[in-house]
């Protein structure tokens, strides 16, 4: 994984000692409150197991660390997406993000995904980097409108691993951002 550094904070590979942070971020309700679930100690270990094995095979999202302090504060950046959404091919690029909520409201998710823009566009060539999110979650679709991507209407989707128990979960809203809207927006090449 590349190393992605901006003004306060470094995109990095996960590291044992974030096991604590990523317990928090998919445990607390405030966080998770778009998931149709949260995971217990076990489960985050379990998972953050399988990212650290992920992180090394393919494009996964990155721990984000404060510079100024070495702390971890969630994730930010590139990920290769699985099955969904259902209308774009499995490895498709998307960008997503995920913070403690004391992290919130300083602008370090735009941050961090600027730089993965940046990163995505000009050293790894993507023609295009997608994100979604459930179609209330204002806070994340934000985040998509800061760093300039477009909603796509059409692209819309049903999330096929919501469970009928948390229909509202399930309408989820697409977003795009091609290398050629990214070129014009920073003014050309
Ligand atoms: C989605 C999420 C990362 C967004 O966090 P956020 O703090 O709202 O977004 P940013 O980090 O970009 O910060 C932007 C806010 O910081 C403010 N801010 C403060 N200092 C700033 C600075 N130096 N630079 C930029 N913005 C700054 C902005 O004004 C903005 O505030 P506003 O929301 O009141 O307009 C966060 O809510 C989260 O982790 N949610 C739970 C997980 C989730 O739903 N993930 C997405 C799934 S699709």
């Given at each position: 994984?590349?190393?992605?550094?901006?003004?306060?904070?470094?995109l990095?590979?996960?590291?044992?000692?974030?096991?604590?942070?990523?317990?928090?971020?998919?445990s607390?309700?405030?966080?998770?409150?778009?998931?149709?679930?949260?995971?217990?100690?076990?489960?985050?270990?379990?998972?953050?197991?399988?990212?650290?094995?992920?992180q090394?095979?393919?494009?996964?999202?990155?721990?984000?660390?404060?510079?100024?302090?070495?702390?971890?504060?969630?994730?930010?950046?590139?990920?290769?997406?699985?099955?969904?959404?259902?209308?774009?091919?499995?490895?498709?690029?998307?960008?997503?993000?995920?913070?403690?909520?004391?992290?919130?409201?300083?602008?370090?998710?735009?941050?961090?995904?600027?730089?993965?823009?940046?990163y995505?566009?000009?050293?790894?060539?993507?023609?295009?980097?997608?994100?979604?999110?459930?179609?209330?979650?204002?806070?994340?679709?934000?985040v998509?409108?800061r760093i300039?991507?477009?909603?796509?209407?059409?692209?819309?989707?049903?999330?096929?691993n919501?469970?009928d128990?948390?229909?509202?979960?399930?309408?989820?809203?697409?977003?795009r951002?091609?290398?050629?809207?990214?070129?014009?927006?920073?003014?050309g090449?």
């Amino acid at each position: 994984m590349t190393i992605l550094e901006t003004d306060r904070l470094i995109l990095r590979p996960w590291q044992e000692r974030d096991r604590d942070l990523f317990f928090e971020i998919n445990s607390d309700p405030q966080v998770m409150e778009f998931f149709p679930f949260r995971r217990d100690r076990e489960q985050s270990d379990a998972f953050f197991d399988t990212l650290l094995e992920r992180q090394a095979k393919k494009i996964t999202y990155p721990a984000a660390e404060l510079r100024s302090t070495g702390e971890c504060v969630g994730f930010c950046g590139l990920h290769e997406s699985d099955a969904e959404p259902p209308h774009i091919p499995a490895g498709t690029i998307e960008i997503g993000w995920r913070l403690a909520t004391r992290y919130w409201g300083k602008g370090y998710a735009t941050e961090g995904a600027l730089a993965a823009l940046d990163y995505g566009f000009t050293e790894l060539g993507l023609p295009e980097i997608v994100s979604f999110a459930v179609h209330d979650n204002r806070r994340s679709t934000a985040v998509m409108e800061r760093i300039g991507m477009r909603r796509d209407t059409a692209g819309d989707f049903d999330h096929s691993n919501i469970p009928d128990t948390h229909p509202h979960l399930r309408r989820h809203v697409f977003y795009r951002l091609t290398a050629a809207d990214w070129r014009n927006k920073k003014g050309g090449l």
